[in-house]
C-alpha cells in the first residue's frame, strides 16, 4: 500500500520561499510519476509540479520560472522548492503517486 506524507508548509511572508516534501512508503518514487497539487479555499485542484520516472518535470503556468521539483532516491522523497511566494500561491499543497493521495500540507502566504 502506498502512503504519502507531505510536510513543509506554512506561514511566509510574501516573497518568501518554500521548500515542500513529500515522504513514500509502499513505491519508489525513483520508478513513478509523482505530482504536486494544491487546492486553495472554494477552487478545484491544480497541477503545480510533475517529476517522472525517467526524471522529466513538468510545472504548472502559476508556478512556472519559480518553482523546481526533485526527488532524493536515498529518502524516497520528492521535494518542491517554490520562491518568490503570493498570496494566490495559498492553498493545500498535496502530493499523488497513481492516485494515491497524501493530506496535505498547508500553505499561507500573508503578511
Known amino acids: 500500500q502506498v502512503q504519502l506524507v507531505e510536510s513543509g508548509g506554512g506561514l511566509v511572508q510574501p516573497g518568501g520561499s518554500l521548500r515542500l516534501s513529500c515522504a513514500a512508503s509502499?513505491?519508489?518514487?525513483?520508478?513513478?510519476?509523482v505530482q504536486w497539487y494544491r487546492q486553495a479555499p472554494g477552487k478545484g485542484r491544480e497541477l503545480v509540479a510533475v517529476?517522472?520516472?525517467?526524471?522529466?518535470?513538468l510545472y504548472g503556468d502559476s508556478v512556472k520560472g519559480r518553482s523546481t521539483i526533485s526527488r532524493d532516491n536515498a529518502t524516497n522523497t520528492v521535494h518542491l522548492q517554490i520562491n518568490n511566494l503570493n498570496p494566490e500561491d495559498t492553498a493545500v499543497y498535496y502530493c499523488?503517486?497513481?492516485?494515491?493521495w497524501g493530506r496535505g500540507t498547508q500553505v499561507t502566504v500573508s503578511s
Open positions: 509502499g513505491r519508489a518514487v525513483s520508478s513513478e510519476n
Open positions: 517529476i517522472g520516472h525517467l526524471g522529466t518535470t
Open positions: 499523488d503517486i497513481n492516485m494515491y
